[in-house]
């Protein structure tokens, strides 16, 4: 998969560039969208992500460039409400069987699109996952779930599973670990629904998973010692919010 990153925040940029890499997919970095613009006139890529540097971009622009990239896959994290426009997804909707488009800003009024929306205009093809918690869309009799793209799937677990074992540090690959192991936390009944996460009621479950996942991985490679019984003592060592009972004085 070729992607295109532009966002603004430096670090943020590079750990997105870290993270894509390590799932052994071609990614060019953009300072701005600007550049971003300019790159996607001269050649294609299979997904876009675009933060605030769109800030000043005209929708001509925006619109443009998504007919010259042929991206299947929008990634928003701008801030700017509305800012992918019907006719920006309809031109996708185009050349994309079933494209996946994740408006993740928060509040959810501060999301590039509404999934009710995107549904729409994609004739209900569209696979959405955003930010900000939305709730189920019905388009010609079908019920799409909407998937929340939110990090609480991933970074208690890694820090659970890293610090279980005492990892020397945290790798490429243990994030691509997680990634798997929250991608296989997604049923196969939610796929047919069109979630591309799970339901955010299984959030501890799937940090369980994703915390095994992470801790095999750094024991294999090599950045902790090998633990006895490590899945249980991952289970021993997720916290519980148990209190003890207490009555008003």
Do not use: C
């Amino acid at each position: 998969m070729r992607l295109l990153v532009a966002v603004s925040n430096e670090p943020l940029a590079h750990a997105i560039h870290g993270a894509l890499l390590a799932g052994r997919h071609e990614v060019s970095l953009a300072s701005t969208g600007s550049i971003a613009l300019a790159a996607v006139a001269k050649e294609s890529f299979d997904a876009v992500i675009l933060d605030e540097s769109l800030l000043g971009i005209s929708t001509e622009q925006l619109i443009e460039s998504l007919r010259n990239a042929r991206a299947s896959v929008l990634i928003g994290v701008s801030g700017i409400p509305g800012v992918f426009t019907e006719e920006m997804i309809r031109r996708m909707a185009l050349h994309a069987e079933r494209p996946i488009i994740m408006p993740l800003s928060n509040p959810t009024s501060h999301a590039e699109v509404t999934p009710s929306s995107a549904i729409e205009w994609t004739d209900g093809r569209a696979i959405v996952a955003t930010g900000s918690p939305f709730p189920a869309v019905s388009f010609n009799g079908v019920t799409h779930e909407i998937g929340q793209a939110n990090n609480v799937f991933v970074f208690p677990g890694m820090g659970l599973g890293a610090l279980t074992v005492g990892a020397s540090r945290v790798s490429g690959k243990m994030f691509l670990a997680a990634s798997k192991a929250l991608a296989d936390a997604v049923d196969p009944e939610l796929v047919a629904a069109g979630q591309i996460y799970p339901s955010i009621s299984d959030v501890r479950a799937t940090s369980l998973q994703v915390a095994k996942a992470v801790a095999h991985q750094a024991v294999a490679e090599g950045l902790a010692e090998p633990v006895a019984d490590l899945d249980q003592r991952i289970e021993e060592e997720m916290w519980f919010p148990e209190y003890l009972p207490y009555r008003p004085i």
